[in-house]
């Protein structure tokens, strides 16, 4: 303990981080999560000057004057935009790792699922242009089984979804390697977009990203609410552009949300479907560990169970399981190498 932070004090801080397509994370061993911010740039349309990182680059979102242009860099859960990504993974390394900045820390980093050869390297340079030493990657459903303390390591099989901003991953995990993964473009924001669809066709009216976000949390569900819920939405009046305001229901957004739901549960069912008979049958058992900003939707597992005859289970904090998994590889050092990508 004292060695370590003796460590951390002197610039070594080994960190683990999780690049999500909405928010990043990072995790530093006998501190926990030391960063958690959207993963959003601002910069200067004209000179490409960053002007914000993070939080503070969020609050931009749908009220930036013509010069500023707010860039979520990992958006579609592919790096859409490399330079940016580097720049925010660098900016957000700089601002965790305090300290005398003497010795050069160990970075792992989790990337999404599927991700090209020319990312990983990308990944990896912008991670070494934040001050890393030795940069490791892992894979997104790996890290979701590690950081719900699943048995990853044994010969059963563990099925985990994570639902995030850009993309839902579902994958069955076995032996420490990942046996069979579906991964679709469909997660979070889709929900966001479908809301503000919804609300151009049944209220003719215009309500920003961050609005729609802000609905799909507060009245968002699967299923049937025994409660109903409503909220005032505020936007603006397609016809005249003056502003508006309806109040809305739960009834309304599970409308809304309905294609993008159907999406993910038709991903599941395939993975089910692509896994072998000894595997599935471990997960008929053991049920689905779900993780990510996303399934926090209220009566998802109800949904999952109605639709795959799976048990779904909520990670405790399905927020940080990505940051907490990689953050437990790093702590565990040898023992944990094999997970690791490359
Ligand atoms: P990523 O790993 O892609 O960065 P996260 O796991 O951080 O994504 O999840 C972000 C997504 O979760 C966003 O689309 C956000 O709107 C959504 N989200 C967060 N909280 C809730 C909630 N209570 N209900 C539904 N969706 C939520
Ligand atoms: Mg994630």
């Given amino acids: 303990m004292f060695f370590r932070r003796l460590w951390n004090f002197l610039g070594g801080r080994n960190l683990a981080m999780d690049l999500g397509t909405a928010n990043s994370l990072l995790y530093c061993p006998g501190e926990g999560i030391v960063l958690n911010e959207p993963s959003v740039v601002a910069q200067d349309r004209m000179s490409g000057e960053v002007i914000a990182v993070g939080a503070e680059a969020k609050r931009y979102l749908g009220r930036t004057p013509e010069r500023v242009e707010v860039i979520r860099p990992m958006r579609d859960g592919v790096i859409a935009d490399f330079d940016t990504t580097s720049v925010m993974i660098s900016s957000f390394i700089a601002k965790a790792s305090r300290g005398l900045k003497l010795l050069r820390p160990r970075l792992i980093i989790c990337v999404p699922l599927g991700i090209t050869p020319v990312e990983k390297?990308?990944?990896i340079e912008a991670g070494q242009r934040g001050g890393a030493r030795d940069v490791r990657l892992i894979e997104e459903p790996l890290a979701v089984a590690i950081g719900a303390g699943l048995p990853f390591d044994q010969p059963l099989g563990n099925m985990v979804l994570d639902i995030g901003g850009g993309t839902s991953e579902v994958a069955v995990v076995s032996l420490s390697a990942i046996a069979h993964a579906e991964s679709i473009r469909v997660a979070g924001d889709e929900m966001n977009e479908a809301i503000q669809r919804y609300?151009?066709?049944?209220?003719?009216?215009?309500?920003?990203?961050n609005m729609a976000e802000q609905?799909?949390?507060?009245?968002?569900?699967?299923?049937?609410?025994?409660?109903?819920?409503s909220m005032e939405v505020l936007g603006k009046n397609l016809v005249e552009g003056a502003p508006r305001s309806v109040i809305a229901s739960d009834a309304h957004v599970r409308e809304a949300i309905r294609e993008p739901l159907n999406a993910i549960m038709q991903a599941v069912r395939n993975a089910l479907e692509k896994t072998p008979p000894e595997l599935?049958?471990?997960?008929?058992?053991?049920?689905?560990?779900?993780?990510?900003?996303?399934?926090?939707?209220?009566?998802?597992?109800?949904?999952?169970?109605?639709?795959?005859?799976?048990?779904?289970?909520?990670?405790?904090?399905?927020?940080?399981?990505?940051?907490?998994?990689?953050?437990?590889?790093?702590?565990?050092?040898?023992?944990?190498?094999?997970?690791?990508?490359?």
């Fill in 215 to 229: 609905v799909k949390i507060t009245l968002g569900s699967a299923v049937e609410q025994p409660e109903p819920l």
């Fill in 121 to 123: 390297r990308a990944v």
């Fill in 280 to 342: 599935a049958a471990d997960i008929a058992d053991s049920g689905l560990l779900l993780a990510g900003g996303g399934s926090l939707l209220r009566g998802l597992d109800v949904l999952i169970k109605r639709e795959t005859g799976l048990n779904a289970v909520l990670d405790s904090d399905p927020l940080t399981t990505v940051a907490r998994g990689t953050g437990r590889v790093l702590e565990k050092g040898k023992a944990y190498e094999g997970a690791l990508l490359e």
């Fill in 199 to 209: 609300f151009q066709n049944e209220f003719q009216m215009q309500i920003g990203e």
